[in-house]
T-cell receptor, first 111, second 115 residues
Framework: RKEVEQDPGPFNVPEGATVAFNCTYS??????FFWYRQDCRKEPKLLMS???SGNEDGRFTAQLNRASQYISLLIRDSKLSDSATYLC????????????FGAGTRLFVKA | DGGITQSPKYLFRKEGQNVTLSCEQN?????MYWYRQDPGQGLRLIYY???????QKGDIAEGYSVSREKKESFPLTVTSAQKNPTAFYLC??????????????FGHGTRLTVV
């Protein structure tokens, strides 16, 4: 089983739609959680951290469920510019932090 | 400016050759990582290092080698044993200390093509 698993998609949605991505992780000792965004042929960049209490940044909401070991990302009112690959990232400490990236979920937002 | 630098941006390799991809960071990060990405695919971990002079294999280490002689540098060698090396290679670093913000920073990547 992969340490971090995501639905690869692609998700094809119209502008204005709400879309949700889920990600599961296998290591219950994981301590830090993030969502990254990767545009085509570019490096991934941090979108937002994910906290136990959940957090929101504009149209983006991230949630963490430690009991079920999954994190989610909700995008409201999708824009064309949201089209990208969204990577779920989990870190745990093993004498130093190890960061594991999910394979990513591709999102296409269409006019 | 602080950051992580990969070079070269594009690299062409003949079959049977070893090539080394450079990754340097001046962020004072302990942890560094190498990922491979194939077209339309996600990131796959090749090697990672949590501290100088130590590194561990990731999910697809066969055909690759690394060294971590300095905190700032984590070069990746793609050996002739790697049968399908054409891919986008990404280097990343993170602070690596317990209870710190551990989000990772990426270089711009190296596109390796076998010719």
């Amino acid at each position: 089983r992969k340490e971090v698993e995501q639905d690869p998609g692609p998700f094809n949605v119209p502008e204005g739609a709400t879309v949700a991505f889920n990600c599961t992780y296998s290591n219950s000792a994981s301590q830090s959680f993030f969502w990254y965004r990767q545009d085509c042929r570019k490096e991934p960049k941090l979108l937002m951290s994910v906290y136990s209490s959940g957090n929101e940044d504009g149209r983006f909401t991230a949630q963490l469920n430690r009991a079920s070991q999954y994190i989610s990302l909700l995008i409201r009112d999708s824009k064309l510019s949201d089209s990208a690959t969204y990577l779920c990232v989990v870190s745990h400490y093993t004498g130093g932090f190890k960061t594991i990236f999910g394979a990513g979920t591709r999102l296409f937002v269409k006019a | 400016d602080g950051g992580i630098t990969q070079s070269p941006k594009y690299l062409f390799r003949k079959e049977g050759q070893n090539v080394t991809l450079s990754c340097e960071q001046n962020l004072n990060h302990d942890a560094m990582y190498w990922y491979r990405q194939d077209p339309g695919q996600g990131l796959r971990l090749i090697y990672y290092s949590q501290i100088v002079n130590d590194f561990q294999k990731g999910d697809i280490a066969e055909g690759y080698s690394v060294s971590r002689e300095k905190k700032e540098s984590f070069p990746l060698t793609v050996t002739s044993a790697q049968k399908n090396p054409t891919a986008f290679y990404l280097c990343a670093s993170s602070i690596g200390q317990a209870y710190s913000n551990t989000d990772a920073f990426f270089g711009h990547g190296t596109r390796l093509t076998v010719v």
